[in-house]
């Protein structure tokens, strides 16, 4: 079976999307899972195999994408 593809330009709010504004810990793109730290208060990458409960515990879908620090 063949992975789900996400075209970056069909990446869109449902009608009752909750969203937040934040800054990057590494480069994002849109439809990409996101965490947001406990301690840095940023939004990072999710991974199911993450050293921490943290990482694998995705949170948010980003709508854009952005460089680190941005």
Do not use: C, F, H
Request: proline share 1%; net charge negative; aromatic share 2%.
């Amino acid at each position: 079976m063949a992975d789900i593809v996400i075209t970056v330009t069909a990446v869109l709010p449902g009608s009752n999307a909750v969203t937040e504004n934040g800054t990057a810990a590494a480069a994002v793109t849109a439809g990409q899972v996101l965490y947001k730290s406990s301690t840095t208060g940023q939004w990072g990458l999710a991974d199911a195999d993450g050293a921490t409960a943290e990482i694998r515990q995705g949170t948010g879908i980003a709508l854009n994408g952005a460089a680190a620090g941005q």
